[in-house]
Nanobody, 124 residues
Framework: EVQLVESGGGLVQAGGSLRISCAAS????????IGWFRQAPGKEREGVSC????????YYADFVKGRFTISSDVAKNTVYLQMNSLEPEDTAVYYC?????????????????WGQGTQVTVSS
């Protein structure tokens, strides 16, 4: 059974940092692209970052480049998103998702598996 569990969200002040985690189980982790998405109230869900361990590729949305870093630990079946210089606009529920394979535009494909989300709140 495929399962994705996010953790590490919380409340931080603007300019602060958080690292959120996505623990995966039930599938061959290295064969999948793992992505982070977020959704704020009143906004559509948007892709943040993703990683495919098989080809060591990463991808970032423009609005987080230079601030966020995605990484993976295959041995632990875990993907991390290090978020620095957080802004109030980053406030959202952050979701981890998985899709098989690697993709040219990995934040635009349909992901098959989703976690429950973790809340990140950045105070003004």
């Amino acid at each position: 059974e495929v399962q994705l569990v996010e953790s590490g969200g919380g409340l931080v002040q603007a300019g602060g940092s958080l690292r959120i985690s996505c623990a995966a189980s039930g599938f061959t982790f290295d064969d999948y692209t793992i992505g982070w998405f977020r959704q704020a109230p009143g906004k559509e869900r948007e892709g943040v970052s993703c990683i495919t361990s098989s080809d060591a590729s990463t991808y970032y949305a423009d609005f987080v480049k230079g601030r966020f870093t995605i990484s993976s630990d295959v041995a632990k079946n875990t993907v991390y998103l290090q978020m620095n210089s957080l802004e109030p606009e980053d406030t959202a529920v952050y979701y981890c998702a998985a899709v098989y394979g690697s993709w040219y535009a990995p934040l635009e494909v349909s992901y098959d598996y989703w976690g429950q989300g973790t809340q990140v709140t950045v105070s003004s």
